[in-house]
């Protein structure tokens, strides 16, 4: 019988996902783990990040969550406020959030949890980096072994051959088109109608005023929310940095449409969209400096028959993005790379069965597919739900928020509500892994290998979805 730990893991992409990827085989044991990436270097940017506790728990066992928490803030309490007059819906206390789910909930810079996962792997003897180097193409998916082309940024063009392939390539993902023409599907990304500012500000920028000091220096993240507009804030940092996000209808990509996902934003534009917001916003908004504002175009993609063929797989948001309004998009890469590595290390015959780990890769796909499927549809639903305009809907809205002081009641803000804080704080996806592994392999096994198991592939996402779902989409 073959050592699963020979197998040769081939990973496209250093983002979250493609670091989680490497950094999850290698914890594993696995003894070669490539992974290309097109940028010359991993110079991280980005802004703040939530850090929920079942992405912790992840990053715990691989130990490098320590170093993310010594920047991070632990969020103890939510404010989401009528963006026009600052009046606070619903104050939601989250003292106990680490009692409950053994991690707290957390926010950070992207930096840091990048930089964390990619000293992480630094560690690993196993992991080897190929910097400035793109997929070309892949040439085989198996049914032997498959088989891609790098392109070196300064160089010719050479052929690997690989146990697994692993598209960790994001929303644009290279594997994500190979994978889908072999299989003569049709996937293209969708426009979500939505875009977002991201923004700042330092404590430099800040200390002067107290109302904004006494935002930096809290445990607490804040909405501000109105007719197709919120804006989402908290400090980062060591409380050094106060991110602002924000989500708003899309008028500048729309405007000249095309490839490009991010752009230089106009701060007059930027003021003009949230002219109505109370005087707090508009004072930080004003602290943003002309040629600093930058907008991001958030897109998305319907959900894909599948994410596996032969030997590869597809990993975070080139399988499943999400719009950010449940601040599960990084969390669900995490959780994917961890799921990944257990379920090849279960392969019948550690990995010399080419059939065998194929089926183990399809059950990473019941196993997680279900459920991102159903957090991306929360976000949405979310992000229709908070940008409510003036009528009966938006009173109701309000009712429920109102109702909501009590605590332990739902929200209609699905990242704050606990009923939805609990399905996914509490999951533990590597222990559902451990779990199921034996039975979704045993349906495979039957000749569901290219279908897939409906209803019961995720006990946490069916049973969400057949009872409290019921409500969010009502």
Request: glycine fraction near 10%; include cysteine.
């Amino acid at each position: 019988m073959s050592d699963y730990r020979d197998l040769r893991i081939s990973v496209i992409g250093a983002g979250m996902g493609g670091l989680a990827c490497a950094l999850a085989f290698a914890k594993k044991g696995y003894k070669h783990v490539d992974v290309y990436e097109t940028a010359s270097n991993l110079g991280f940017v980005g802004a703040g990040i939530q850090l929920a506790p079942n992405m912790v728990r992840v990053l715990d066992r691989w130990g490098c969550w320590d170093g993310i928490a010594a920047e991070a803030t632990n969020i103890r309490s939510s404010s989401i406020r009528e963006g026009s007059t600052n009046r606070e819906l619903v104050h939601v206390e989250m003292p106990d959030i680490a009692e409950k789910y053994g991690y707290p909930h957390c926010t950070g810079h992207r930096a840091s949890l990048a930089g964390g996962l990619y000293e992480g792997c630094k560690k690993e003897p196993a992991i080897t980096f190929h910097f400035s180097s793109s997929l070309a193409g892949v040439t085989s998916f198996g049914p032997d072994k498959t088989v891609f082309t790098v392109q070196p940024r300064n160089g010719e063009a050479y052929e690997v051959e690989t146990d697994i392939l692993l598209g960790a390539d994001g929303i644009k993902s290279a594997v994500r088109t190979a994978l889908l023409r072999a299989l003569d599907i049709t996937a293209d990304v969708e426009d979500t109608g939505q875009a977002a500012y991201r923004i700042m500000l330092t404590r430099a920028q800040m200390e002067h005023d107290p109302e904004l000091l006494e935002l930096l220096d809290s445990d607490c993240a804040l909405r501000w929310i109105g007719a197709k507009r919120h804006i989402v804030a908290y400090p980062i940092s060591n409380k050094t940095i106060y991110n602002i996000s924000t989500c708003q209808p899309d008028v500048n990509f729309a405007a000249a449409p095309g490839a490009t996902y991010t752009t230089r934003g106009s701060k007059p534009a930027m003021l003009e969209v949230y002219a109505d917001f109370g005087p707090t916003v508009q004072k930080m908004l004003n602290m943003v400096p002309e040629g600093e504002v930058c907008e991001w175009k958030l897109r998305s993609h319907a959900p894909l028959d599948t994410w596996v063929l032969g030997g590869a797989a597809l990993v975070g948001d080139a399988c499943h993005p999400t719009l950010p309004h449940l601040s599960q998009g990084a969390a669900m890469a995490i959780e994917d790379a961890a799921v990944l590595a257990e379920v090849v290390s279960r392969a019948p015959g550690g990995g010399a069965d080419r059939q065998a780990l194929s089926k183990a890769l399809k059950v990473y796909e019941l196993l997680r597919k279900d459920r991102t499927t159903l957090l991306v549809a929360l976000a949405a639903e979310s992000a229709r739900t908070l940008h409510l305009g003036e009528g009966k809907a938006k009173e109701e809205r309000d009712r429920q928020f109102l109702n909501a002081r009590k605590r332990g009641t739902p929200i209609p803000d699905k990242w704050a509500s606990p009923e939805v804080q609990h399905m996914i704080y509490s999951y533990d996806c590597v222990r559902d892994a451990r779990d199921r592994f034996d039975e979704l392999y045993a349906t495979l096994a039957g000749g569901a290998a290219h279908g897939g198991v409906k209803g019961g592939a995720n006990g946490h996402a069916n049973g969400f979805a057949n009872g409290s779902a019921t409500e969010v989409a009502a």
